[in-house]
């Protein structure tokens, strides 16, 4: 019976990625239904383990369950869009926060290496290849955050973030630009040797800037 845990595990986590994948890729779309049959056919694996994947993706926000309807990929809420940047905004900001004091001289040069590489892509803009640099970059300024549960809620909001938009510098391309010299401003910050609370406030101040830019574009559409 131990011989099988680690190979049903593996199984777990395979359907895990695999859907996960196709839920934040769009493959599936909000609205999709997960069935629990079809899904295990597909991977060739039993229900099992994809009912233990389809778990972890309710947990994380991705998929919901509805009695008499079964799961399904999770709906686009735009005021959960907002909420979520608002939130990301603050754990994000307090993970970076933490990391600060902790970061060594390459780690920031590193963090300004994928900066660099950011601030490459704006002449020719590939909205979702700059958004996964950000998360780079970002993941590179918290590295050290001794607090596993605010790394968790980061990385579970980026996840929510995946699903709602590709990118919000689709929308708000100029954002991209801002962004990049706001991520050159908070290397320097830390470089300073800044209190921890000021780190803290200026990434939650970046994050919101980014949804600012994508409000104040959709009211100027409407």
């Not at 803290?200 to 970046?206: I, K, P």
């Amino acid at each position: 019976m131990t011989s099988d845990a680690p190979a049903a595990t593996s199984k777990s986590q395979q359907a895990y990625e695999w859907l996960r994948d196709r839920i934040v890729s769009h493959r599936f779309t909000p609205g999709y239904r997960l069935v629990l049959s079809q899904l295990a056919t597909e991977l060739g694996v039993s229900t099992v383990p994809v009912r233990e994947a389809i778990r972890r993706l309710e947990a994380e926000g991705l998929v919901t369950y509805e009695k008499n309807v079964g799961a399904q990929v999770a709906l686009v809420d735009e005021g959960e869009y907002v909420t979520t940047m608002q939130t990301l905004a603050v754990v994000e900001g307090a993970a970076t926060g933490f990391s600060a004091p902790l970061l060594t001289a390459a780690e920031l040069a590193k963090a300004r290496a994928i900066n660099d590489r950011m601030r490459d892509t704006l002449e020719h803009f590939d909205p979702r290849r700059f958004t996964e640099l950000n998360e780079e970059f970002h993941s590179a300024l918290f590295l050290h955050c001794p607090n596993d549960h605010l790394i968790d809620l980061v990385h579970r909001g980026w996840g929510r973030l995946r699903m709602l938009r590709n990118s919000t510098f689709s929308f708000v391309p100029g954002r991209a630009v801002q962004s990049v010299a706001e991520h050159d401003a908070l290397v320097d910050l830390i470089e300073s040797g800044a209190d921890s609370i000021d780190i803290e406030l200026a990434a939650r101040r970046h994050r919101t800037a980014t949804l600012d830019a994508l409000l104040e574009f959709q009211h100027s559409q409407g």
